[in-house]
C-alpha cells in the first residue's frame, strides 16, 4: 500500500490566501473575489445531477440509489477479492459495478458477492507502484502530471503539445509499455477560495469548507498554512489551521475557535453527509463550491500526480466536474459518502474541465478526525 498522502508529506508551505492562477502556463496570479460570485448553477445537488449528467429527476434518484447498493456491494466484493483486488469501477448508464482482480481464481469469489469481475495484470496496487517509481523522478519540463487509468490498466503522462515523457519514461526504470502518452492542453491550477460549499476568508482571500468534522472542518491545504486565521462568511465564527500540509498533499484542518458549530450538511444539498465510504472509478460526484455552487461528473482516476506551479501534489483523485478560483477546498460528496475537498484544475464552469480533490479518508485518519455525519 502506499503510505497516507498526508503523512508522507514533506513541507507544510502553502501559497496562496486565496489567489487563482490563470490557466495559462506562467501567467500572473490573480486575487480571488472578496465575495462569492453570483452563481448560475444550480441550487441542489439533484438538480446539478440532472443538468450535468443529462438525468431526469427521476433518473438522479435511480443514479444514487444505485450506487449506494453499489458501494455496499463493493465493499462485499474487495473482501472477497483479497490480495487479488485491483480495483472498483461503477457505469452510470448501466449501474453495473465491475471489481477488478489480478488473479482469475478471485473470479468465482468476486461474482458471487454480486459485482462482475475482471482479470487485468496491472491492478491498483501495481499501477500506484509504477506512479510511485515517476513521482520518485519528478516532472520534467512540458510534463503536466500522470494518474494511474484502472480500467485500462495502463498509467497515462500528460504533457503539453510538443513535449516528450521518453526521459520520464527511461529514468522511471518501468518498462515502457506500462504507460501511455497523452498530449493536453490542460493547465491546472489551484483553485483558492460549518456548512460544506460554504464560504471562508483568511486575510484577504477566499476558499470554501470541505466537510464538517468534530471541532472544525477539512478543507484544502493551500489555503492556509498551520496558524492563519480564518473566519465564517458572515463574520460571526472564527477558527484557525490546526494542520495544513502543501504540496505533496493538499489537505488542511481548520480548528473553530469560536462560534463556528458543524453540521452534517452541504451547501444546497437535500441529503446529509452519512460517512466517507469510497466510490469506485466511474461513479457520479457533485462538488459545491462558494463560486459556482453544485457542479456534478464522474470519479475519472485515483492517484493522479499535478505538476501545479506552485509545488507537485501525488494521490489526487481526477474528475471531470468544472471548478472556479475560490471553489478550492470545496466539498466532493457521491450520494451522501463524503469524497474529498477540492484542490485545483483546469478550465471553467463555462466550457468545462478536469478537476481534481484530495480524498477526505486519509486526512481523517491522519489527524485523527471524525466526520459530523447523520
Known amino acids: 500500500m502506499r503510505p497516507s498522502p498526508v503523512i508522507s508529506a514533506i513541507g507544510t508551505g502553502a501559497l496562496a490566501f486565496g489567489l487563482a492562477f490563470s490557466v495559462?502556463?506562467?501567467?500572473?496570479?490573480?486575487?480571488?473575489?472578496a465575495e462569492p460570485a453570483a452563481s448560475g448553477g444550480s441550487a441542489t445537488m439533484l438538480e446539478a445531477l440532472e443538468r450535468d449528467l443529462g438525468l431526469t429527476p427521476l433518473g438522479a434518484e435511480a443514479l444514487l440509489e444505485a450506487q449506494e447498493s453499489a458501494f455496499e456491494t463493493d465493499t462485499e466484493a474487495t473482501e472477497a477479492a483479497g490480495d487479488a483486488y485491483g480495483g472498483s469501477l461503477f457505469d452510470p448508464e448501466t449501474q453495473e459495478l465491475t471489481v477488478l482482480v489480478t488473479d482469475a481464481a478471485a473470479v468465482d469469489a468476486v461474482e458471487a458477492a454480486g459485482a462482475e469481475a475482471t482479470v487485468v495484470s496491472y491492478g491498483t496496487e501495481g499501477l500506484a507502484q509504477v506512479v510511485d517509481e515517476l513521482d520518485a523522478v519528478g516532472a520534467p519540463e512540458g510534463v503536466v502530471g500522470w494518474y494511474p487509468d484502472v480500467e485500462r490498466d495502463t498509467v497515462v503522462i500528460q504533457v503539453t503539445e510538443g513535449a516528450s515523457a521518453d526521459g520520464l519514461i527511461e529514468a522511471s526504470g518501468v518498462d515502457a509499455s506500462a504507460f501511455e502518452v497523452q498530449e493536453t492542453v490542460e493547465a491546472p491550477r489551484l483553485l483558492a477560495?460549518?456548512?460544506g460549499g460554504e464560504a471562508y476568508y483568511m486575510g484577504g482571500g477566499r476558499c470554501s469548507i470541505g466537510f464538517a468534522?468534530?471541532?472544525?472542518?477539512?478543507?484544502?491545504g493551500h489555503c492556509g498554512t498551520a496558524g492563519t486565521t480564518a473566519e465564517s462568511s458572515d463574520g460571526t465564527g472564527s477558527g484557525v489551521f490546526e494542520e495544513s500540509?502543501?504540496?505533496?498533499?493538499?489537505?488542511?484542518?481548520?480548528a473553530a475557535t469560536s462560534n463556528w458549530t458543524g453540521t452534517n450538511r452541504v451547501e444546497g444539498?437535500?441529503?446529509?453527509?452519512?460517512g466517507s465510504t469510497q466510490a469506485p472509478i466511474g461513479s457520479a460526484v457533485c462538488r459545491s463550491?462558494?463560486?459556482?455552487g453544485w457542479h456534478c461528473g464522474t470519479i475519472e482516476a485515483r492517484g493522479q500526480t499535478v505538476s501545479y506551479p506552485e509545488g507537485t501534489v501525488e494521490d489526487l483523485t481526477?474528475?471531470?466536474?468544472?471548478?472556479?478560483?475560490?471553489?478550492?477546498g470545496g466539498s466532493f460528496i457521491s450520494g451522501s459518502q463524503a469524497q474529498g475537498v477540492t484542490s485545483g484544475g483546469s478550465g471553467d464552469c463555462t466550457s468545462g474541465g478536469t478537476t481534481y480533490y484530495q480524498e477526505v479518508g486519509p486526512l481523517l485518519s491522519s489527524w485523527g478526525l471524525s466526520l459530523v455525519t447523520g
Not at 468534522?213 to 484544502?220: D, I, K, N, P, R
Not at 500540509?245 to 481548520?254: H, I, K, Q, R, T
Not at 463550491?289 to 459556482?292: E, F, K, L, Y
Open 245 to 254: 500540509v502543501f504540496p505533496g498533499s493538499d489537505g488542511a484542518y481548520v
Open 269 to 274: 444539498s437535500s441529503s446529509t453527509v452519512s
Open 213 to 220: 468534522v468534530q471541532g472544525g472542518f477539512v478543507t484544502a
Open 24 to 33: 495559462t502556463p506562467g501567467a500572473t496570479a490573480a486575487v480571488v473575489p
Open 289 to 292: 463550491g462558494s463560486t459556482t
Open 318 to 328: 481526477r474528475t471531470d466536474v468544472c471548478a472556479e478560483p475560490g471553489d478550492s
Open 193 to 195: 477560495e460549518i456548512v
